[in-house]
Structures are given as structure tokens and as C-alpha cells.
DNA sequence: GTCCGACCGTA
DNA sequence: TTACGGTCGGACG
């Protein structure tokens, strides 16, 4: 090494960190595993290396080094036993991340710097001298203050985040002291994140008062006594050893032993194929290819290299000495197939000052979004190929962008693409560190006006078929994260165009995982709740009611403001709620069972299923003539002409004209003519209410499901597409609607007749897979009750076994009103019983219904101990968990409302039931196309529905008897490996040619 | 046109 | 006694 010479000393560790905070939180490879610090650390070394010369630096590197620290346990620790004590632990992602940027640095064929007992600053500072003991220039890549002590006229620092050169007048102007000096003004001041002690009460701007005062803290220590300000005066004798010890912590040891000499230090040339061989590992899409570029290589050719991962706590990064294992929650650690995580409890500590937790990150998100302000005129809207391709490649760059389109239609089915917008965070030098803009890209906007043919395309807009193409690469792209708020409608409509987004956030999902029970989780409400901002309505936009127009025809300039918005929005939601999932233990949460099941219900609802036309017109003319043959009847036993579907009218006949008995009253103070009061005047004997609740019968099945369904059918597929809801029940069930095909009838014979509409295509089976009893299942696991466990390994009937406990009635003979009773109480059960309930439930006085409860837990105390300590949970922490994880919020828990707060409490012990039960079927809906696929049946294995235990499938004729025991299996399974359950899950299943028939 | 309550279909 | 969505009537504007 020799004069001219310039040695680049890269600070590793600092970069690791700042590579983590600059870039989207979680950014993640396809298997899970975290890369987004080695993504960022990658791309800040490869534009040092390829940039230098156009930096702020302007030279290029002779010699360079990557310099990291080994651990936390370094001479300092000896000196001082709480230095750096308060640090905790690095964020769990980052954990993997430390061995990852080891290696690729070596991948980078750069020197890979660490020396036991030492940290990064110290091999720093000893390479820093000698490299300027021998002439040549250095930099230091580092923007902490802890190495501006080392700046001479020789040595420069960088802040490449800042792209900005740090020499003496710099330190001077930011510290008010010359570097040589920074040694005793660390000392005075002292580091709150390292517990570095210092002077108390001294600050950076009195110790560099002090420093020109007095020279150096020696001359300060003996002169002390001159000090005017009294208490000042004081501190600084009493805390003298303190600041003489800190000095002593913040001094850089330039004496470290090196293993490879300053001058070996000599930057070699890349190794092209060995750098793409580890990016391809890591899945780094754009960097390989702006390597392949650089070094001409061809990417194609070159394999991704085999690189160990360090999951726990081998990987060894600053600090792992103080790493805690995460406290597991409930059940075992979730594994499937690559990473491990644990669904664990929140930690509720608070963070040490100055140190860095995944709650902080989510803190201090959420803090700097709450107040940022939205500029609409900053909103652009692209018309030309070549500014689209610009911002893809802007896309590509940045690795995550909000995403949005505008369509003709809520229905995904039947919509038409019209435009789409997409936000781009720059990580600029904003307060909140990022910098959002967005575009509209108006693709099949018409005129308003119309010629002859009834309205022309709008001038200026990219055509379809120049857009889509690249629309498609970037949905399809793995290395863009597309963020979207209820991302199920846009991934259904692109699938419709033939495009597969891949690699995707869901904010909506996202807020539900979160916060289940505390809210809507619509774009509007969220936006409001965390951005402060309340979105341009669509209604402002497209009209509404009747003055509604199709956004085909809004004006463009009017849906830029409107679309972009949105995607914007949708960005600055994810990054507030992103974070918060690991800071609240919930990823896990998220990427198993909430995530996976979106593309799973979108291929569903494209399926669809056939309904038959014929079946239902057939059914809706005999509903028909059922129902106006009661009407007469009904008329004439009443003596006049009402409308018997109001409930109004029909109550003033019966308990106001008629003057019946036994009526009771709804919360508005009208007559109650629900089923229930009309069969218990139907029990004593009254032709009229038993023909009243025929009719109602009768018209319910015809209004809302003969009449209704056929209107449906959609005019391509023949078929129907219900739309399931990821996010609209508490629990974690899934809705269905547009039609609901969760609430087609079953229980009654004429219902049931529906069920037979619902047809497989010829040549195919609809096949009904059920859970048998998957609640009380859920139960008898999560409360442990051994008579319960033990009768569902012997496979006996679980009512049946209740009376036999309860009453001391033999299963044997039993009489079928004692097995409904105990049935009725094993449902109480599960729904939060109280003796209100039970006792309407089976028409009973409360005090009996008192009694059987009394009784049910003397037998099962298992269950009583099992709702106590739910509740107790529920109230202490305002929310309850399924056995894998979600959590679901009970904000009204204390409500000193006390039907509020009974209300609250049924619901918080149902819900871990209802919602356990609901994570099972999950489970086995996302695993169940991969199964199929395995077996060679895909797509010759259809699943098209979901009925919150059951899956219907729609399955070729020869392939029946391959699918049943796979789909069986998946779904009895489903819990494993995750967790093993203390009962076995059980499943039906049947093959038939309509829906009826399979059940 | 829009909203809400009553009612009823499912698990 | 839990969790939903759809239809209707009726009141509001």
C-alpha cells in the first residue's frame, strides 16, 4: 500500500442496520425466509462498487473491506459490565440475515472482516491508521458518530445514504468540535444506546462549550472547581470516574490483531458468476440482472448457488447473547417445510431507550404516517408506453408498490378492466423516510358524449394490448411485492385477463389479522383509523343511485385523483400495518392462514357451479301454488285481506283483531310473530299461525332462493360465482354472498329440493366432504375433557354420551327428547350457554334450564374451567385465541353495560371454538390443491365450495375414487404438522350428481 | 333511493 | 345461548 492508494473500510454492521430500517419491513424469499437487510445491504454494495467514482467520493477504491462485529462481548465489557447492557435483542428477522450478509459479502469476493473481543469501530480505527501511516487515503463507509474520531485530513467518512462526505469541517459543524476531540465529548455525553454513562445532565452542545473552554477533559476534570454554574460544577466532580471510564468506552483501540494486513486489503476484480450464483439464491431479480449486465454474463446459464441458512440461535449477529427465545403461545411451533416460526404472545415490555425492537419500528411507522399530508396535484397520469415502462423499471427498483385497478363492476366475474394505479415509495429523504407518488394508467375510458355508435374510446390512453403485456410481468413478477387493499377482487379480474399475480400483501387481510372485532377493515375505515385522511368517495367520482355511471365514463383527469389515491392509500396502510404483525406476533397468523387462501377462494369463485334453471322454475311454480292456496285459507280464517309478509299487519291480526294470548314483543314494542310464537299457538291447537309459518316457509324458499338464484347464472359460464369474504366475520369464518351458498336450505324436505338444482357438469360427481362434529372436537381439545376425548376415539354419539352422563339415561334405548335435550345443551355449550338461553332454546322454564347447566358442569368441570379462564383472558387482555394463533379483540369486554358485557363474554367463549374450527378448514383448503396436484388430479379435482365444515368438489367420473380418500385425508390431517390434536378429526364424504344427494 | 328492523336460511 | 347474508315491509328523505 502506498501513496494514492485508497482503502474503502466498509462498516458491515452499521450497514446491516441501516440496509434493514431503509427498506420495506419483511421483505421475504418465496420459502419465507427474511432477506430484505441482505437485499438492501446487496444493492448498497453493489452501487459503492460500481459508483464510487460518481459519488461525493469521486475516486474509486484501490483496496476495500467489509468490517463486522463478532458479538457483543468485547474488551468493553470487561472495563465496564453494563456496556451496552440495555440493547436488546436484533429483530427476529433480521437473525437469519447476519450469516446471509457474511456470505454475501464473500460472494462479492470482498475481504469479510471480524476479530473476537473487538468490535467493528476498533478493526476500523486500526486499519484506518495504519493504511494512512503508509500514505494512502481512506474512507470509512459509516455515517455514526462513534467513528468520527478517526476523520483527519487523510481519512474521510461516507454517509451513502446521504451520498454525502464527511471530513473535518463537517464533524466541527455538527458537533462543534474538532474529530480529536469527539473522544472526550462521547465521554462527557455519553450513549444512551450503548450505556455509555457520561456526565448526567451534559449534553453535546455544554461539552463542546466546556471542550473550548478548558482544552480536553482532563484539564476540564482538574479545573473543575472553577466551574461557575453550580450544579453544573457539582456533576462534573461527582460523575469525574464516570466520564474518565467513558472516555475509555468511546476511545477506539487501534491496536487490534489483524489476520489479513492492511495492504492485503487490495480489492480484487468481481467474480461475475459466483455473485450471480448467490443473488439468484437470494432471489434478488434485479440486482442479478444489472450484475449479468455488468459483467456480461448470462444469468440463464448460471445455477443459484446452495446457500446454509442460520435460523436461530447459531446465526451470530450483534447482541444474540441477550436474545430470549420467543415464549411460545398455544400449541407447538408451526413447520412446514422451510421456516419455523412460533405463534407467541405479544411482548408486552417496554422497550429500553435507544434500542430497537420490531415495536418501535411499528411505533414509530405509525407516528410518522398518521400526520402525513396528501398532495393530490402530485398524482400523475401515464398515456405513454414509455413513461409505464419507466415507472415498472421504478418498480422494480424500489421492490414494492400499492396496487389498484378501476373496472366496470363490483363483480369481479363480470368486470372489466378500465384503469389502474400504482404508488411507489422512494425511501427519500422525507421525515417519515419515504417518499410516496403515484399514477393512473386510464387504459378503457370512453367519451361521454358518444358518437353514433354510442360513445368512442377517450384519446390519449395506452392500448390494451401494449399495456397488459407489461401489466402482466410486473403482477407476475416474484421480485415485486404488490401491495392492494382486498386484493381477492383485482387477483380474480386479472386471472380473467390471464394474469397470475404473484408475491402480494393484502392490507384488508392484514388489518384482520391485526384486529379482528375492533372494525370494518374497508379501505375508507382504515384509512380514517391510521392516515387521518378520509379517501375521495367512489359516489364523488361515478355518481350514485340512479345518476351512477360505469367508471368507463368518468372523467380521466377526475379518476387520476380518484385511482391514485387509492393506491397511495393502500401503500401507506401497509407500511403502518406491515410491521405491526411481526411487533405483535402475528405473522405467522397472516402467512399460513390468512395470505395462502386468497388465490385458493378466487380460483373457487371462477369455477363457479352449475345450477339448474329448470329444477328451480319447476320448484318457484309449485312454491307458488303451495303459497297462494295458504293465502286463501289464511285470508279467510283471519276474515280479511292483509299482507301476511308483514309482520306488522300480521301481528295486529292475531294479537290485536284476534286477541290471542302468548304474544310477545320485539325491542321496538312491536307484536313478535317470529316462528317460535307462531308454532307454540300452532302447539295449542290454532289452524291460523300453523299456516302462517307454512306460507312464510314456502315464499322464503321461493323469494330467496328459486326466484333469486337463476338471476346469478352468469351469461358465459352458465354457472354460478358466489363471492367468499375473507374478512367480514370476527372469528375467522369465511362469508359468502352474491349468492350466499352457505345458507342454502337442508334441514327441511322441501329445502333440501333446492339442494337438488345444484348439478355436476356430465361426466363429472359433485363430491360433499364434511367434519363431523369439528366444534365440539375443538372443544373437548382445547378444554381437555377426558370423557369427551374418550368418546370421540371410540366413535360414539356424542349427544347421546351427554344424556348418559347427565341424566344416567343407558345410550341403549335412550328416548330421542333426552338426546335432543343434551344436544341443545352441548350446542349451549359452545355458544356461551346462560340459562335464558337453553331455556327457550327447548321451551323450558329458566330455573330447569339452571339445573341442567349446573349439572353439565358438575360432570364436565373441565368446561366450566375452560369458559372461566377464557373470559378471565378475555377481559384481562381484551382478546381470546384459536388453537393456531388468530386473535380475536373484545374491546366491549368491560363494558359496564352488563347485557353488553354478558354478550361480549358468550361471544369470547365461542369464538375460540367457532374460529379454531375455521383455521382447521383453512388449513385444509390451502393445502388441498397442492395434495390434488401431487396425486395428478389437477384440475380434474375441482374445489368450488366452502360451507364452513364442509367442501364441495366437482370431480371427473373415473377420478372419484382416487379424489375421496385424498380429500379425506388432507382434511382429517389438516392440523398437522403444525398441531396434533388430542381428538381425532373426522370426515364424511359423498359422491353424487347434485348437491342433495352428495350431503 | 336509502336505511333499519324483523324474520329466517345455513353452520 | 355463537357466527353470518338476503328478503321484505315500512319509514325516512
Known amino acids: 500500500m502506498k501513496k494514492g492508494d485508497h482503502l ?14 431503509a427498506l420495506p419491513p419483511l421483505t421475504r424469499k418465496s420459502d419465507g425466509l427474511p432477506v430484505g437487510a441482505v437485499s438492501g445491504f446487496c444493492n448498497m454494495l453493489w452501487k459503492l462498487l460500481t459508483e464510487a467514482r460518481d459519488t461525493s467520493v469521486g475516486v474509486t477504491p484501490t483496496h476495500l473491506a467489509v468490517i463486522f462485529d463478532y458479538s457483543s462481548k468485547t474488551f468493553r465489557k470487561d472495563l465496564y459490565d453494563a456496556y451496552k447492557a440495555n440493547r436488546s435483542a436484533p429483530p427476529e428477522e433480521l437473525i437469519p440475515q447476519f450469516g446471509l450478509i457474511r456470505q454475501a459479502t464473500r460472494a462479492f469476493n470482498l475481504p469479510c472482516i471480524e476479530t473476537e473481543g473487538f468490535e467493528a469501530d476498533d478493526i476500523i480505527a486500526t486499519y484506518a491508521r495504519q493504511a494512512e501511516a503508509l ?114 468506552l468511546v476511545k477506539l483501540r487501534t491496536d487490534v490483531p489483524l489476520e489479513l494486513a492492511v495492504a492485503d486489503l487490495i480489492l480484487e476484480a ?52 441477550v436474545a430470549e427465545p420467543a415464549p411460545v403461545a398455544g400449541g407447538t411451533p408451526e413447520v412446514v417445510g422451510d421456516a419455523v416460526s412460533v405463534p407467541a404472545k405479544v411482548n408486552g415490555s417496554a422497550a429500553p431507550e435507544g434500542s430497537f425492537t420490531p415495536s418501535d419500528f411499528a411505533k414509530s411507522r405509525a407516528d410518522a404516517f398518521a400526520s402525513l399530508p396528501f398532495d393530490h396535484s402530485r398524482y400523475v397520469t401515464i398515456r405513454d408506453v414509455a413513461t409505464l415502462d419507466k415507472w415498472i423499471a421504478d418498480a422494480r427498483e424500489t421492490g414494492v408498490i400499492g396496487f389498484d385497478t378501476e373496472t ?10 378500465v384503469g389502474f394505479s400504482m404508488a411507489i415509495a422512494d425511501n427519500a429523504k422525507s421525515p417519515t423516510g419515504v417518499n410516496i407518488r403515484a399514477v393512473y394508467v386510464p387504459l378503457g375510458h370512453k367519451t361521454g358524449v358518444g358518437d353514433l355508435l354510442g360513445g368512442g374510446m377517450a384519446e390519449n390512453q395506452i392500448a390494451m394490448r401494449d399495456a397488459l403485456p407489461r401489466l402482466k410481468a410486473l403482477l407476475e413478477d416474484q421480485s415485486v411485492l404488490k401491495v392492494a387493499q382486498n386484493l381477492k377482487y383485482d387477483y380474480l379480474l386479472m386471472k380473467r385477463y390471464g394474469v397470475e399475480t404473484k408475491n402480494f400483501d393484502d392490507t384488508m387481510l392484514i388489518s384482520y389479522v391485526l384486529d379482528a372485532g375492533t372494525g370494518a377493515h374497508g379501505m375508507d375505515p382504515l384509512s380514517e383509523k391510521f392516515l387521518n385522511h378520509k379517501p375521495i368517495a367512489y359516489k364523488d367520482v361515478a355518481g350514485s343511485g340512479k345518476s351512477n355511471i360505469s367508471f368507463d365514463l ?76 295458504l293465502e286463501d285459507e289464511i285470508y279467510q280464517l283471519a276474515g280479511e285481506r292483509f299482507n301476511i309478509g308483514s309482520p306488522k299487519q300480521l301481528g295486529d291480526i292475531l294479537f290485536g283483531k284476534m286477541g290471542l294470548a302468548g304474544g310477545s314483543k320485539t325491542k321496538t314494542g312491536q307484536w313478535s310473530t317470529s316462528a317460535s310464537v ?55 369464518r369465511l362469508s359468502s354472498s352474491e349468492p350466499n351458498l352457505q345458507n342454502i336450505p337442508v334441514r327441511t324436505a322441501e329445502g333440501r329440493k333446492i339442494r337438488t338444482a345444484f348439478i355436476s357438469t356430465p361426466g363429472h360427481k359433485l363430491i360433499s366432504a364434511d367434519y363431523s362434529q369439528i366444534e365440539l372436537r375443538v372443544l373437548a381439545h382445547v378444554a381437555e375433557i377426558p370423557q369427551l376425548t374418550q368418546a370421540f376415539a371410540d366413535g360414539i354419539d356424542i349427544h347421546a354420551m351427554t344424556a348418559s352422563e347427565m341424566f344416567g339415561v343407558p345410550v341403549e334405548g335412550m328416548p330421542s327428547e333426552v338426546r335432543r335435550r343434551a344436544k341443545a345443551i352441548n350446542f349451549g355449550i359452545i355458544y356461551g350457554i346462560s340459562a335464558f338461553g337453553l331455556a327457550n332454546q ?24 375452560y369458559m372461566d379462564s377464557t373470559k378471565q383472558q378475555a377481559r384481562d387482555k381484551g382478546y381470546v385465541e384459536t388453537i393456531f394463533g388468530r ?41 388441498m390443491e397442492p395434495a390434488l396436484a401431487e396425486a395428478g388430479l389437477s384440475e380434474r379435482v375441482r374445489m368450488l365450495l366452502q360451507v364452513h365444515d364442509e367442501l364441495i368438489f366437482e370431480v371427473e367420473d373415473e377420478d372419484v375414487d382416487k379424489a375421496m380418500p385424498i380429500i379425506v385425508s388432507v382434511m382429517e390431517n389438516a392440523t398437522m404438522p403444525a398441531l396434533e390434536m388430542r381428538v381425532p378429526l373426522k370426515v364424511d364424504a359423498r359422491a353424487a350428481t347434485n348437491w342433495d344427494e352428495a350431503h
Open 8 to 21: 474503502f473500510l466498509v462498516d458491515g454492521s452499521g450497514f446491516i442496520f441501516r440496509a434493514f430500517h
Open 135 to 248: 500514505g494512502a487515503d481512506v474512507t470509512i463507509v459509516s455515517s455514526d458518530k462513534d467513528l468520527m474520531q478517526l476523520v483527519t485530513d487523510n481519512v474521510h467518512m461516507y454517509d451513502s445514504m446521504k451520498d454525502k462526505q464527511i471530513g473535518i469541517p463537517d464533524v466541527i459543524e455538527k458537533w462543534g468540535v474538532p474529530p480529536e476531540k469527539m473522544i472526550d465529548l462521547q465521554a462527557m455525553t455519553g450513549d444512551s444506546v450503548d450505556n455509555v454513562p457520561g456526565i448526567p445532565g451534559i449534553g453535546p452542545k455544554t461539552a463542546a462549550t466546556l471542550l473550548a473552554e478548558y482544552g480536553d477533559l482532563d484539564t476540564l476534570l482538574e479545573r473543575a472547581t472553577e466551574i461557575k454554574q453550580e450544579k453544573r460544577r457539582q456533576t462534573i466532580i461527582e460523575n469525574a470516574d464516570k466520564a474518565r471510564l467513558s472516555r475509555e
Open 270 to 321: 468481481q467474480d461475475g458468476p459466483k455473485l450471480i450464483g448467490f443473488l439468484k439464491a437470494m432471489q434478488f431479480t434485479s440486482l442479478t440482472r444489472r450484475v449479468a449486465e455488468a459483467c456480461e454474463c448470462d444469468a440463464g446459464a448460471i445455477d443459484a448457488v446452495d446457500v446454509p441458512v442460520e435460523w436461530g440461535a447459531n446465526a451470530h449477529g450483534p447482541d444474540l447473547d
Open 408 to 417: 366496470t363492476s363490483l363483480d369481479a366475474m363480470q368486470a372489466e378492466l
Open 554 to 629: 368518468v372523467d380521466i383527469d377526475r379518476a387520476t385523483h380518484y385511482a391514485a389515491e387509492d393506491a397511495d392509500v393502500t401503500l401507506r396502510l401497509w407500511m403502518v400495518l406491515k410491521p405491526r404483525l411481526a411487533a405483535e406476533k402475528l405473522t405467522t397468523v397472516y402467512e399460513r392462514l390468512e395470505r395462502p387462501l386468497l388465490p385458493v377462494l378466487a380460483h373457487m369463485e371462477e369455477r363457479g357451479i352449475t345450477v339448474d334453471r329448470q329444477i328451480l322454475s319447476r320448484l318457484s311454480g309449485e312454491l307458488a301454488q303451495g303459497a297462494a292456496r
Open 678 to 732: 307462531l308454532e307454540d299457538l300452532a302447539a295449542a291447537g290454532l289452524e291460523l299461525p300453523r299456516k302462517i309459518v307454512d306460507w312464510r316457509q314456502l315464499t322464503k324458499l321461493k323469494s330467496t332462493y328459486t326466484d333469486a338464484l337463476p338471476g346469478y347464472v352468469h351469461p358465459q359460464t352458465k354457472r354460478v360465482h358466489t363471492s367468499y369474504s375473507l374478512a367480514s366475520t370476527t372469528t375467522g
Open 842 to 865: 327447548l321451551s323450558i322454564e329458566r330455573s330447569e334450564a339452571g339445573d341442567y347447566i349446573k349439572r353439565y358442569f358438575e360432570r364436565f368441570p373441565g368446561i366450566r374451567d
Open 887 to 927: 386473535r380475536i379483540n373484545y374491546p366491549e369486554i368491560r363494558s359496564s353495560n352488563p347485557s353488553v358485557r354478558a354478550f361480549n363474554e358468550r361471544a369470547a367463549i365461542n369464538a375460540p371454538i367457532q374460529g379454531s374450527a375455521a383455521d382447521v378448514i383453512r388449513r385444509a383448503m390451502i393445502k
